[in-house]
C-alpha cells in the first residue's frame, strides 16, 4: 500500500518564478492538507482540500492557491516567488470520518530554494 | 499566542535510558487532540502517539508514551529504552476542534534529540 507520495523531491526556482508541487494521498484517504516547513521551525498549515474544494486556509497570501482532482491527488501552486518561500512542503492525506483520533499521514516533502 | 510550546531545542540521552520531550499547549477549546510526530533528517513526518481532550489514561504506543496533565495544559513525550535510530527532530502538534470539521495541525518548533552510544 503506496504511503503519501510528492514530487519533485528537490527544486530550485529563481525569484517571481511560479512553481507546482504535487502531490499523492495514501489510498483511500480523500483528503489532503499542506504544510510549509522553514529550517529550524515547526510545519505551518497553509490549505486543506476536500471533495476538491479548499475547505481551511491558513495564514499564507493569495500567491499559494492549490487544486484537488477528483482522484484526491493535489496540487500547490506558488507565484511570484519571494525569497523567504524557500522551505520544505509537505503533504499529509487523511480520512477523518467522524473519529477525532484519525492521523495525518505526510510525505516526504518538496525541499524548494528560491535563489 | 505561541499554541504549542517546546522549551528545549535539543536533548541528550544515553542509550537504553529513558527521556521526556516537553510539549505545553494552550487552547481555549474543550476539544481537540494532541499529537507527536518524529522527523529524522529525510524529512517525512512519522506519527507516534496521539492523545484525545477526553482521553482519561495516557496513551501509549510501544516505547512511546504521553504524560497528559491537562490541568497544566502539558502533553509531554516519553520514550523508553531509546535506541540509536531514535536520534531525529520530534515535534509536539495540536488539533482544535472534533472529528473532520477542524483538520488543521499547529506545530511546535520542536526538540532536538540525539542518542549516545
Known amino acids: 500500500d503506496a504511503g503519501v507520495t510528492q514530487s519533485p523531491t528537490h527544486l530550485i526556482k529563481t525569484r517571481g518564478q511560479q512553481v507546482t508541487l504535487r502531490c499523492s494521498p495514501k489510498s483511500g484517504h480523500d483528503t489532503v492538507s499542506w504544510y510549509q516547513q522553514a529550517l529550524g521551525q515547526g510545519p505551518q498549515f497553509i490549505f486543506q482540500y476536500y471533495e476538491e474544494e479548499e475547505r481551511q486556509r491558513g495564514n499564507f497570501p493569495d500567491r499559494f492557491s492549490g487544486h484537488q482532482f477528483p482522484n484526491y491527488s493535489s496540487e500547490l501552486n506558488v507565484n511570484a516567488l519571494l525569497l523567504g518561500d524557500s522551505a520544505l512542503y509537505l503533504c499529509a492525506s487523511s480520512f477523518p470520518g467522524t473519529s477525532d483520533s484519525y492521523e495525518q499521514y505526510f510525505g516526504p516533502g518538496t525541499r524548494l530554494t528560491v535563489t | 499566542a505561541q499554541k504549542i510550546t517546546q522549551t528545549q531545542p535539543g536533548m541528550f540521552v544515553q542509550e537504553k535510558e529513558a527521556v521526556t520531550l516537553d510539549c505545553t499547549y494552550d487552547?481555549?477549546?474543550?476539544?481537540?487532540?494532541l499529537f507527536w510526530y518524529k522527523q529524522p533528517s529525510s524529512g517525512e513526518m512519522i506519527f507516534l502517539i496521539y492523545q484525545g481532550s477526553y482521553d482519561e489514561q495516557n496513551a501509549t504506543e510501544g516505547r512511546y508514551s504521553l504524560n497528559f496533565q491537562k490541568a497544566r495544559k502539558s502533553a509531554n513525550l516519553v520514550i523508553s529504552a531509546s535506541q540509536l535510530g531514535d536520534s531525529a527532530m520530534y515535534f509536539c502538534a495540536m488539533r482544535e476542534g472534533y472529528g473532520g470539521s477542524q483538520g488543521n495541525l499547529i506545530f511546535g518548533k520542536g526538540t532536538k534529540l540525539s542518542v549516545k552510544p
Open positions: 487552547t481555549s477549546d474543550q476539544s481537540y487532540g
